[in-house]
């Protein structure tokens, strides 16, 4: 909110007019300096720069993590064990670095762990300015939440992103039964706190860390890791997928991934990011987004919601719209503020502004619900930059199916697997405009075909149960309790 608040005030100062493209270089240089003849080598020059200034500082943040990660390796992981149920009243204490306004996988199962009797503390940097506004997130009874100040979180901004003291700190200060580290850049103080306190540890990966991608803010792309940063993550995993009482992932292929490479010792666990489908049915209807936008009675809407930026490869839909009539395309999630402007700026030079609508976001509770105003929800990623994105399985896709809207996504693995299995949508070459538009043209022209996927929406639900799935992480941490 802050930051577009300076973006309207800069807008409402004639004085800096003239000044406002050297702003954008400096806000998004992928969009502006590619355009300079010589970009390649000033973005070259800076990156050396940046490297310089960070280099002198790089010892004071890799010796401590080496000493953590060999002292867990060598010595930690014979501690980590199982207390006896009454010991500590199953207390769980889970560790995040995500802003829990926008990751409700951690709120999912923080509120399916605390209905089945466990107690759960949240340990989270402040993701917002305002510690008020972090403080005030209320998950019901048996959760609470320990927002520590931000600084306590920009260790992932540096190499080797995996160490935070202050974390482990307040990790250390809870009287854990069990430690449940989300993501990889909270494995390391949730298994030295489990060992240093003899207490369980689950690592829950949202995503494959060593085959994801670096944002490279010079040219505002997404890149694989340089060798160094997935060298260390490599070593982080594999120490975890040894050392931990229990992993689990997203789902089946990064699963099977994992274990293969690092030659698991134990079956690693599959908790998919799927809402309570119950709930949609009874919910209220979302607003009169048609209405609210000037979309006519006619038009297709199709919509995409969720985090916006380069990785999410939007560009190819907007793309898309000029060759669909008949339809209008609905963008709304976190990065608004930064990316908004911009891809309204590109569907200008396309000329189907008319027709393209960028959003901000709702709360994670109203996601579902106001996706049921799009006649087809869009899903798509980075294709061709790693493991991690093409074997991606993510929660928008079960908020689409909790809505009951037909899925038009992306051509990958995992996705296609649900969309053919279940019969609920169509699946397009994600870097292709072309594709992407004749999706939207069969849905356009065929409504039989979006009355089909919309009734095949029941089977899925049923099938995909967002009950049964996060019951799959209660029995796990009942399983331990009785060991």
């Not at 069990?178 to 990966?205: E, F, I, S, T």
């Not at 809207?405 to 994600?430: K, T």
């Amino acid at each position: 909110m802050a930051l577009a608040q300076v973006k309207e005030w800069v807008k409402s100062q004639s004085w800096i007019q003239p000044a406002r493209p050297f702003l954008r270089v400096l806000a998004h240089p992928r969009y502006y300096l590619r355009r300079l003849r010589y970009a390649r080598p000033v973005l070259y020059i800076l990156r050396l720069a940046e490297s310089a200034v960070q280099l002198p500082t790089l010892p004071i943040s890799v010796a401590p993590f080496l000493w953590h990660y060999y002292w867990l390796k060598w010595v930690g992981a014979k501690r980590i064990r199982v207390p006896a149920a009454a010991d500590r009243g199953r207390h769980i204490v889970m560790l995040v670095q995500s802003n829990l306004h926008v990751d409700p996988r951690v709120q999912r199962e923080a509120k399916a762990l605390a209905t089945a009797g466990f107690r759960v503390t949240v340990i989270c940097p402040a993701w917002s300015p305002d510690q008020t506004a972090c403080e005030r997130i209320d998950w019901g009874d048996g959760v609470r939440f320990r927002i520590l100040p931000a600084r306590a979180g920009r260790f992932v901004l540096r190499f080797p992103h995996l160490f935070g003291r202050a974390i482990l700190r307040a990790a250390l200060a809870e009287d854990a039964w069990a430690y449940h580290a989300h993501d990889l850049d909270m494995a390391l103080m949730a298994l030295l706190a489990a060992a240093r306190k003899q207490a369980a540890c689950v690592c829950d990966w949202h995503e494959w860390y060593s085959e994801n991608v670096s944002y490279d803010p010079w040219t505002g792309q997404y890149r694989p890791h340089h060798f160094f940063k997935r060298r260390i993550y490599q070593m982080m995993e594999r120490c975890a997928v040894h050392s931990a009482t229990a992993v689990v992932t997203v789902c089946q292929s990064i699963a099977d991934g994992l274990a293969t490479r690092y030659q698991s010792p134990k079956p690693i666990g599959i908790v998919r990011n799927i809402p309570e489908m119950e709930q949609v049915v009874a919910s209220a209807s979302p607003q009169n987004l048609r209405k609210r936008l000037g979309i006519a009675p006619g038009q297709r809407i199709f919509m995409y919601q969720g985090g916006l930026g380069p990785s999410r490869n939007l560009e190819p839909v907007i793309q898309a719209m000029r060759y669909v009539r008949g339809a209008a395309l609905v963008i709304r999630g976190p990065g608004y503020e930064d990316y908004g402007e911009i891809y309204l700026e590109l569907a200008k030079s396309l000329k189907v502004a008319d027709r393209v609508f960028c959003l901000p976001p709702v709360p994670s509770t109203r996601v579902v619900v106001e996706a049921r105003a799009a006649d087809a929800g869009i899903w798509t990623l980075l294709a061709n930059v790693g493991l991690n994105f093409k074997l991606a399985l993510p929660n928008k896709v079960f908020e689409y199916i909790a809505a009951g809207v037909p899925l038009l996504v992306a051509n990958l693995p995992e996705v296609r697997r649900l969309v053919d299995e279940f019969e609920i949508g169509l699946c397009f070459e994600p870097d292709d405009p072309r594709s992407i538009a004749a999706c939207m043209n069969r849905f356009i022209a065929d409504p039989g075909l979006l009355e089909r996927c919309r009734a095949n929406m029941h089977r899925a639900q049923q099938e995909l149960s967002g009950g049964k799935e996060w019951q799959k992480l209660v029995e796990l941490y009942r399983t331990l309790g009785e060991r």
